[in-house]
């Protein structure tokens, strides 16, 4: 469940840029490594405390989603969906290659205050990382969910997100909306990297985790902010028990494996509404 709660972070922010754009970055996991690295840097390099670096390293690569809406991404809005694809994928491959000359091609371990720590409930041993991760996406959902339902400024995102013409002619500035949503979804990735860095470890291909959370996203029904989450902790489980259950090799082929019955049964997710438009 734990490993399922950051798959559905990192597809809630596949979901909240479609929502807004309807742009699919798959360049998502690997903002979540940068967000990592980050941390990694601030707690190991400059010996700054866990929460100082986890704040700073939401802040750096916040401003860095925004940035890249505002310089890149939003030239691409309108244009064939598999440009936009192809586009991410190739940001995805920028950010891998900037890691690995700042950082190098080595494994690092992130120190947290949950490390190496464990409680025993009913005879089963509960590692604190697992039980941080579970806790951490809760705590960011409920944020979330206060920021886009008791805000002014989560109004606006949900006005551009379902009509952006309506949203511009009643004053939403669309295009800083837009900026900020990118933002918002960069620093969802960040706190997604750095609670998985204890448990996965920190290197260059981390952020190929993106790809099991955009399976995520679909299964959970690509629009939906808690088909994100569900499909994430959904995609979780299966893992798990496939591990335990089926032959060597099928927990990496077990999601996508749900996927495509999923998509064959129910194209639009298990919490995705059906389409129709009225000629």
């Given at each position: 469940m734990a490993v399922g709660c950051i798959y559905g972070l990192v597809a809630l922010g596949f979901v909240l840029i479609y929502k807004a754009t309807e742009l699919v970055n798959f360049a998502q996991g690997d903002?979540?490594?940068?967000?990592?690295?980050?941390?990694?840097?601030?707690?190991?390099?400059?010996?700054?405390?866990?929460?100082?670096?986890?704040?700073?390293?939401?802040v750096i690569v916040a401003l860095f989603g925004a940035l890249l809406d505002w310089s890149v991404l939003r030239r691409v809005i309108g244009?064939?969906?598999?440009?936009?694809?192809?586009?991410?994928?190739?940001?995805?491959a920028m950010f891998r290659s900037f890691a690995s000359i700042t950082w190098g091609s080595e494994i690092y371990t992130l120190p947290t205050p949950f490390?190496?720590?464990?409680?025993?409930?009913?005879?089963?041993?509960?590692?604190?990382?697992?039980?941080?991760?579970?806790?951490?996406?809760?705590?960011l959902c409920a944020v979330l969910y206060a920021l886009f339902t008791h805000t002014r400024i989560g109004v606006a995102m949900q006005a551009a997100s379902q009509n952006q013409l309506a949203a511009y002619y009643m004053g939403i500035p669309v295009k800083r909306v837009f900026s900020l949503i990118w933002a918002i979804s960069a620093g969802v990735a960040t706190v997604a990297g750095v609670l998985l860095a204890p448990v996965?470890?920190?290197?260059?291909?981390?952020?190929?985790?993106?790809?099991?959370?955009?399976?995520?996203?679909?299964?959970?029904?690509?629009?939906?902010?808690?088909g994100a989450l569900a499909g994430g902790v959904t995609i979780g489980v299966?893992?798990?028990?496939?591990?335990?259950?089926?032959p060597q090799g099928f927990k990496d082929v077990a999601a996508y494996v749900v996927l495509l019955l999923v998509l064959a049964i129910r194209p639009q997710g298990m919490f995705g509404a059906v389409g129709r438009k009225k000629v």
């Open positions: 903002l979540l490594m940068l967000g990592a690295f980050c941390c990694y840097m601030f707690v190991v390099w400059y010996h700054w405390g866990y929460w100082t670096a986890l704040l700073a390293a939401i244009q064939p969906q598999f440009a936009v694809v192809m586009l991410t994928i190739g940001l995805g490390s190496a720590r464990s409680t025993r409930i009913g005879g089963v041993t509960v590692s604190h990382e697992y039980v941080s991760i579970i806790v951490g996406t809760v705590v996965s470890l920190i290197d260059v291909n981390i952020g190929f985790i993106g790809l099991k959370a955009f399976a995520a996203a679909v299964l959970g029904g690509f629009g939906s902010i808690p299966i893992e798990l028990l496939s591990g335990a259950y089926l």
